[in-house]
């Protein structure tokens, strides 16, 4: 398994924008594909964006799709995402998440390794 941490959570007003950063140990990062996910309080963990290894695909959850981009720097073993346009509704602790493999997967249980996530709040 791959260790993952991730930065750059806070408070940011509505319509603002924050980019979380996610660093992972080992030297094989390139062979998985990388996740993020939010949990809201009282809420279940649910996908945001996942990008392949290479970094050539990518896909998104519905209510991020156009606002927000993942991207990855191999050289950095370091993933990012990109939010744009926050809503209060994108209010959340966000995890990165790792898995082997090519396929992207939007589901937690395919999963194999998390973060310790990092709240984003968003006010109105």
């Known amino acids: 398994q791959v260790q993952l941490v991730e930065a750059g959570g806070g408070l940011v007003q509505a319509g603002g924008s924050r980019r979380l950063s996610c660093t992972a140990s080992?030297?094989?990062?390139?062979?998985?594909?990388m996740g993020w996910f939010r949990q809201a309080p009282g809420n279940e963990r649910t996908f945001v964006a996942a990008?392949?290894?290479?970094?050539?695909?990518?896909t998104y959850g519905d209510s991020v799709k156009g606002r927000f981009t993942i991207s990855r720097d191999n050289a950095k073993n370091t993933v990012y995402l990109q939010m744009n346009g926050l809503k209060p509704e994108d209010t959340a602790v966000y995890y990165c998440a790792a898995k082997v493999g090519l396929v992207l997967m939007t589901q937690t249980k395919q999963y194999t390794s998390w973060g310790q996530g990092t709240q984003v709040t968003v006010s109105s």
């Open positions: 990008i392949s290894g290479s970094g050539g695909v990518t």
């Open positions: 080992g030297r094989t990062f390139d062979s998985y594909v």
